[in-house]
C-alpha cells in the first residue's frame, strides 16, 4: 500500500486528494494544513469576514468528504520539518515517514521550511 502526505489543503492539495483517490482508492493519504478549516473557495472569503455569509455555504470539500474519501485531515497542524534523507514529515504533533522526491517551495504556513515533498 502507497502512502502519501499532502502538505497544504488549498487548490493544489484538495486536487491532489481527489486524482490520488481516483487512481488508488487503498493508499493512505494524510494532509497537514495550518488552516482551520476543510478546502473552502477563497476568492468568496470576503463574504465571509464581513458577515455576509458563513464558512458552510463554500466549503467545497467538507470533512464528510474527507472521511468518505479515508483521509486524515490534520486541519491547524503545520508541518514543522522535512527530512528527505530519512524520508520524514515533522508536523507540530507527529513524525511520519515519507516517500517521495523533493523540490524547492516557500510558503507562509510552512515554518521555516525549505523543502516539501512532491506527489508524483
Known sequence: MKRYVIIGNGTAGASA?????KRDQQGSIKVFTCEKY???YRPRLPEYISGDS???KFTLHPLSKYEEWNVELHLG???TAIDPE???VTSRR???PKNQKNFPMMS???QQV????ALR
Open 17 to 21: 486528494v481527489e486524482q490520488i483517490r
Open 38 to 40: 476543510p478546502y473552502y
Open 54 to 56: 458563513n464558512l458552510d
Open 77 to 79: 497542524e503545520p508541518v
Open 86 to 88: 530519512k524520508k520524514e
Open 94 to 96: 507527529k513524525l511520519l
Open 108 to 110: 507562509s504556513c510552512f
Open 114 to 117: 525549505q523543502t516539501v515533498i
